[in-house]
């Protein structure tokens, strides 16, 4: 696996954003990747800064009449601890019965390396000097954060973002044989909630049955974000929701999928969601 050795030395950074400790490995993160994707044969990379976690742009357009792809990842992993993890190290992978272990090999090292060792396979393959399509690569450093930066980091580089097509592989397969290509997300809403409670710190033996309970307010807010259809109750949501075709309906009802091989692969005990819709439309 000649891939095996880029994927060590890029994965033992402790690349968590919204940690303090962490952002000089976020940055460490953000220039190894931007090595890699030189040594591959990009011509132009760069790496983009912002609050939490640098974000890594590569381009190579040496096609003029071709399509342009832009592939989107990110570099940054949840928090772990050591002390969590009992058998492996979070950010010292191990090989174990041909499976790679580590903090984020699968969300989204794994994939964001798949790229740049498919680029270079395509590359040996053919003889070509460049890509036989345009290919824009933009790896970002704030996904596991729900990306705050990520719509002004593209406004602000619009002129060089700009593709036919974009290829998003922080998903999952169908099945481990059964390759999957994402074809829609379901996207991110961001809200600030605010809940007041009691002036300060009381005893819950003298005043807790008439006194104001944050925890119980904020439970009953939570359990009013569904209404007994499944559908989310946020005023506004679903204006700007696109309906999938018929086509897409049709491509989702064609896959082979039951209730029982799905609650036996995710261990979720019951399928839930919006009702009128078949599971495999409902978000995951």
């Known amino acids: 696996m000649p891939w095996l050795p880029s994927w060590r030395s890029g994965s033992g950074f402790r690349r968590s954003p919204g940690v303090p400790e962490h952002v000089v490995n976020l940055r460490r993160s953000a220039n190894w990747l931007a090595a890699a994707l030189r040594e591959t044969g990009f011509p132009s990379v760069q790496v983009w800064d912002t609050e939490d976690g640098p974000a890594v742009y590569a381009a190579?357009?040496?096609e003029p009449d071709a399509p342009t792809v832009l592939i989107y990842s990110h570099h940054d992993v949840r928090a772990a601890k050591d002390e969590e993890w009992d058998e492996t190290a979070p950010f010292d992978p191990k090989i174990r019965d041909g499976y790679l272990y580590g903090r984020g090999?699968?969300?989204?090292?794994?994939?964001?390396?798949?790229?740049?060792?498919?680029?270079?396979?395509?590359?040996?393959?053919?003889?070509?000097?460049?890509?036989?399509?345009?290919?824009?690569?933009?790896?970002?450093?704030?996904?596991?954060?729900?990306?705050?930066?990520?719509?002004?980091?593209?406004?602000?580089?619009?002129?060089?973002?700009?593709?036919?097509?974009?290829?998003?592989?922080?998903?999952?397969?169908?099945?481990?044989d059964h390759p999957a290509v994402c074809v829609s997300m379901r996207g991110t809403m961001l809200a600030k909630l605010e809940i007041l409670g009691p002036l300060q710190d009381v005893y819950s033996g003298a005043v807790s049955g008439p006194a104001p309970n944050p925890v119980l307010e904020m439970s009953r807010l939570l359990a009013q974000l569904h209404d007994d259809k499944g559908r989310i109750t946020v005023p506004g949501f679903y204006d700007s929701v696109v309906e999938p075709s018929q086509r897409f309906r049709g491509e989702l009802a064609a896959l082979p999928y039951s209730d029982a091989d799905r609650l036996e692969r995710s261990?979720?005990?019951?399928?839930?969601?919006?009702?009128?819709?078949?599971v495999l439309e409902r978000p995951p």
């Not at 680029?119 to 450093?141: D, F, Q, S």
């Not at 261990?267 to 078949?278: H, K, L």
Request: a neutral charge; one cysteine or more; charged letters at 25%.
């Open 60 to 62: 190579w357009c040496a």
């Open 105 to 176: 090999a699968s969300d989204a090292k794994g994939q964001a390396l798949a790229h740049v060792w498919g680029l270079r396979a395509h590359l040996a393959a053919t003889g070509r000097a460049h890509p036989a399509v345009n290919v824009k690569v933009l790896v970002e450093g704030e996904e596991e954060t729900g990306s705050a930066h990520l719509r002004q980091l593209l406004q602000d580089n619009r002129d060089r973002v700009g593709a036919d097509l974009i290829v998003f592989s922080d998903t999952l397969l169908w099945r481990a």
């Open 267 to 278: 261990r979720t005990r019951s399928v839930g969601g919006e009702a009128g819709y078949m």
